[in-house]
């Protein structure tokens, strides 16, 4: 696929008056500060028709207007906080063509082409919103958002893409993003820690150490010295509605008649962490876990409005002995997820802020390391089930794909829910290569 990149230019806020308010530090919140510190990328694929550049262009501009923090930067406050600087220094916005139909270019699964359909992201951009749209010669379109994770979450990026189709359809922005980062989570009086949060959310610096992970060039793929674990690769697949519910009908088959079955993400995480864990070969004596994101609006006491502005996530970390967890049936690890995401609750959250927001975390570096190449025995499960990336509409109608970017870090999966709205969904699970065949050929089998 031959991106050729027409123009590159700065987007800013567009106000209804014409007058910008004045410039300020608005400080990081304690869930901004614990969170990945790099831009997170995907993919939004349109059929035809779609509107002109020039009118997504001027609806990103009014977006950006609400969501100020996009068209700001971040650095450190006049008190010496982290925090963004709402200038309007504005967001990036490239404009490129593929000569040939997105029908025989787009790749059909992950590939190092995908990153081609969002500007670069790994030389840390200083704008905190980079796009690209991408025509084909069909008429397609390829949207490629990224945006800096201490911006927001999941959610509250899926609310920001919303509000960008609709202002260029030129509908009002409804409803309206609360952006009280900077006061919302204060701390008790007195703060009350109840749980361990180093280790957790935050751990010690680790020390400087020559990182052993080569690049190939020619292929995109990360490599390793480790003998038979030479490529790290990133397979998609299609769990099928009916594959799905017969998953969730055999994880909740053990359960008492009185106890609700196991939810979709707890079924199928628990059943890739089983399949993953096999294919690895991992056995008796080692310790597997999970990193599981958990959104705290609804879980917080008052709940978090669902279109407050900003990061609302802490991690749930279900864990097992491999050789317990391939050995036992899928009900088992779905109880252990669903134990898992169940403790993070309203006590663990406002512990979390007390410890965070007192200082206690001074010194230490959050555990959300992007810099990690290889998880292995471990997985981090990013899931977009709860949240409408397919809202995202200029005028033609939603996405008929969303998809992250290209991302081979060993371990990491995603969940994508499908375009068609039937309940199935798409797996991005990036393995090592040996791995990787064992797991496709075990991975649609239910035990």
Not at 90 to 112: C, H, I, N, W, Y
Request: glycine share 8%.
């Amino acid at each position: 696929m031959k991106v050729k990149i027409e123009s590159s230019k700065i987007v800013k806020p567009l106000y209804e008056d014409g007058e910008a308010p004045p410039a300020r530090w608005v400080p990081l919140s304690v869930f901004d500060k614990v969170t990945y510190g790099e831009h997170v990328a995907l993919i939004f694929a349109f059929r035809p028709p779609n509107p002109p550049n020039s009118e997504v262009e001027l609806g990103l501009a009014k977006a950006l207007a609400v969501y100020r923090e996009w068209a700001g930067r971040i650095g450190d406050g006049p008190d010496g906080r982290r925090s963004v600087l709402l200038n309007d220094a504005g967001a990036r916005f490239v404009e490129a063509t593929v000569d040939a139909p997105m029908a025989v270019s787009l790749p059909s699964g992950p590939s190092p082409e995908v990153r081609r359909l969002h500007p670069r992201i790994d030389d840390g951009p200083v704008e905190l919103v980079q796009v690209q749209l991408t025509r084909f010669s069909c008429g397609s379109l390829a949207v490629g958002f990224a945006g800096h994770h201490q911006i927001a979450d999941g959610q509250a990026t899926a609310n920001f893409l919303a509000a960008w189709g609709l202002a260029t359809r030129r509908l009002p922005l409804s409803p309206l993003p609360v952006c009280d980062r900077g006061t919302r989570f204060a701390p008790r009086d007195p703060p009350l820690v109840e749980y361990p949060h180093q280790e957790v959310e935050y751990r010690a610096p680790a020390p400087n150490k020559k990182c052993d992970v080569a690049v190939d060039e020619e292929e995109e793929e990360i490599g390793f010295g480790t003998a038979g674990h030479d490529k790290v690769k990133v397979h998609r697949m299609h769990l099928s509605k009916d594959f799905v519910a017969r998953l969730k009908a055999q994880a909740s088959s053990g359960l008492p008649p009185l106890r609700r079955s196991y939810t979709t993400f707890q079924s199928v995480v628990a059943h890739l962490w089983r399949a993953i864990t096999a294919a690895r070969g991992l056995g008796a004596g080692v310790t597997t876990k999970v990193r599981i994101s958990v959104n705290g609006r609804t879980r917080m006491r008052p709940p978090v409005p669902r279109d407050y502005f900003g990061n609302v996530v802490l991690w749930a970390f279900p864990r097992s002995d491999a050789g317990d967890l391939v050995s036992r049936p899928v009900g088992h690890a779905a109880e252990l997820v669903y134990r898992a995401v169940a403790d993070v609750d309203d006590t663990y959250f406002r512990s979390f802020v007390d410890f965070a927001a007192e200082g206690e975390a001074e010194g230490l570096v959050p555990t959300a390391d992007s810099e990690q190449a290889v998880l292995c025995p471990d997985l981090e499960v990013d899931a977009w089930l709860g949240i409408n990336f397919h809202g995202l509409d200029f005028g033609g109608g939603g996405p008929f794909r969303v998809m992250p970017t290209y991302y081979p870090m060993e371990g990491s999966l995603f969940l994508v829910p499908s375009a068609l709205g039937d309940g199935s969904m798409e797996a991005y699970v990036a393995l090592f290569h040996n791995h990787l065949e064992e797991f496709k050929r075990i991975c649609h089998k239910i035990t």
